[in-house]
């Protein structure tokens, strides 16, 4: 299934406003990437953007998904870069968690890691 979500994206000083098309394979996978429309409309703060979520069953391990989570994404300021990095990953994660968290109650076990590269 494909669809358009318009975002806004916010932390300290910076805040964003773009459209992503997103890709939906229930149950497998979500696709997001910066709509073309966006990249042409000469968005002020980021130059490309894409992420993959992608859900796998824990073998043995009833009610448990491995959630991997994969992102590219380039700012057009070198210094945003440097100030908001680290910081991104880390909010999208929460805030997915979070919405995991309202829609299914609590985690089943606790998290067990976060790479970052």
Known sequence: MEMFATLTVGFSFF???YTSR???FPGKRVQAALK???K???SPVLSDLNCVWEFSPVPGRERQVEVRFLVSFAFKNPLHSRLIMSHVVTLMTRSFEKHCEK???PPSCQRERLVTR
């Open 103 to 105: 829609l299914y109650g």
């Open 36 to 38: 073309e429309d966006a």
């Open 22 to 24: 997103v890709l939906l």
């Open 15 to 17: 805040k964003e406003q």
């Open 40 to 42: 042409q409309r000469r």
